[in-house]
């Protein structure tokens, strides 16, 4: 199988105890420019939010490293 291109955006409140947590499940965009509209609608709701993408083989569990399209507030490190 061909590498696909992963684009992810994530939002993040802060918890009762002031820990940063998903605001929702990740979601998936087929284009980045897509990913990056929905990021900054999503930066005046919550507390942090998260656009990346990288290039994967999910088939065989191969992920190349994260790329940051778009970032707001405060977001938990990438691994």
């Known amino acids: 199988m061909d590498p696909v291109r992963l684009i992810v955006?994530?939002?993040?409140?802060?918890?009762?105890?002031?820990?940063?947590?998903p605001a929702f499940e990740a979601m998936q965009f087929d284009s980045e420019d897509r990913a990056m509209r929905s990021a900054r609608e999503l930066a005046r709701?919550?507390?942090g939010v998260l656009a990346w993408a990288r290039?994967?083989?999910?088939?065989?569990?191969?992920?190349?490293?994260p790329t940051v399209l778009f970032q707001s507030g405060q977001v938990p490190e990438m691994e």
């Open 9 to 21: 955006v994530m939002a993040f409140d802060r918890s009762d105890e002031g820990e940063l947590v």
């Open 45 to 47: 709701k919550h507390d």
């Open 55 to 65: 290039d994967a083989q999910p088939d065989v569990g191969e992920y190349g490293p």
